[in-house]
Structure formats: C-alpha cells, structure tokens
C-alpha cells in the first residue's frame, strides 16, 4: 500500500509530465503509448485525468487492433505481465498541424527478455519519450524526459 508521500510524489510526476505533453501539443492532437506492468495501469487513467485538468480531452483505449470495438475491452498484453495502453486526444484548434506522438515507458523492476522485447511491451531498440520509473522506494521518479517535451515545457 503506498503512502501519502509516495502518492504525492507521483501526482508531481505525473504533473511534471502532462504539463510538458500539453505545452508540446498545442494544435495538435495526441497520441501517447504508456507501457507499463498490470499492476501500474492506474497510471494511466491519472495521467489522462491530468491531461484533461489542463484542457486536453482525451480517452483511453487499448492498444491492438480493434480498439473502437463497444465497450473497454482489456489493455494489450505483453509478456510478464505488462500492458501497453494508447491516450488520445483530439486536436486543440480547428488547425490540424499533425500528432505530438509520445511513447511513455512505466518501469517497476521489469526485466529486459531474451527476445529483444523489454518486459514493459516496447521494443527494446525503441526509445521512450518518458521514463516514469516506480523502482524507488520513496516513490516514482521521472527518469528520462524528451528534449522535445522538455523544451516545450520551458517555452510555454
């Protein structure tokens, strides 16, 4: 069971997080692809939910290929036990000026398989945008942050 301040720490993180995605992706829609372990899925509805607290409505669907069947079908499944899921969101203005796409690797002492394949559902040759690390005991920690975000972050 996680504590105040670990929860707290979170919230900032994940803040820290939706504030750089948002200032990236003005007049843009979203795609952002958060691969996590099962027992981390919640950090995906709080990061849509953070979105949408900065005015960017968006929706949470599985990754595979049905995701606009009736109803929530599960997230897909990657092996040990991980889940990538896929935020949306449409765009800011009328303007379409593209997608921001992000790809957001969740950590919790997942291992790296033999197959080239981390155990979160990326491949291993592909680079997050984001690591929201949980192997901290004191809480999570955002490990790496994109120069592309961090920058709009700054700028905007």
Do not use: W
């Not at 995906?44 to 079908?73: F, I, K, S, T």
């Not at 997942?110 to 680079?127: I, L, S, Y």
């Amino acid at each position: 069971m996680p504590d105040l301040s670990s929860i707290a720490r979170e919230r900032a993180a994940l803040a820290t997080i939706a504030d750089a995605i948002v200032a990236a992706s003005v007049d843009k829609g979203l795609r952002i692809e958060v691969a996590c372990p099962t027992s981390r899925l919640a950090v995906v509805d709080h990061l849509a939910q953070a979105l949408h607290a900065r005015g960017r409505v968006c929706r949470c669907r599985p990754a595979g290929p049905n995701p606009g069947e009736a109803g929530h079908p599960p997230p897909r499944r990657g092996q040990h036990g991980s889940a990538v899921v896929i935020i949306t969101g449409g765009l800011a203005t009328g303007i379409d000026r593209g997608v921001l796409c992000v790809d957001v690797r969740v950590t919790a002492a997942v291992p790296v398989q033999d197959d080239g394949v981390t155990g979160t559902g990326f491949p291993a040759d592909r680079d997050p945008d984001i690591i929201l690390d949980y192997q901290d005991p004191a809480g999570p920690m955002i490990r790496y942050l994109a120069p592309h975000l961090s920058a709009g972050a700054r700028d905007g």
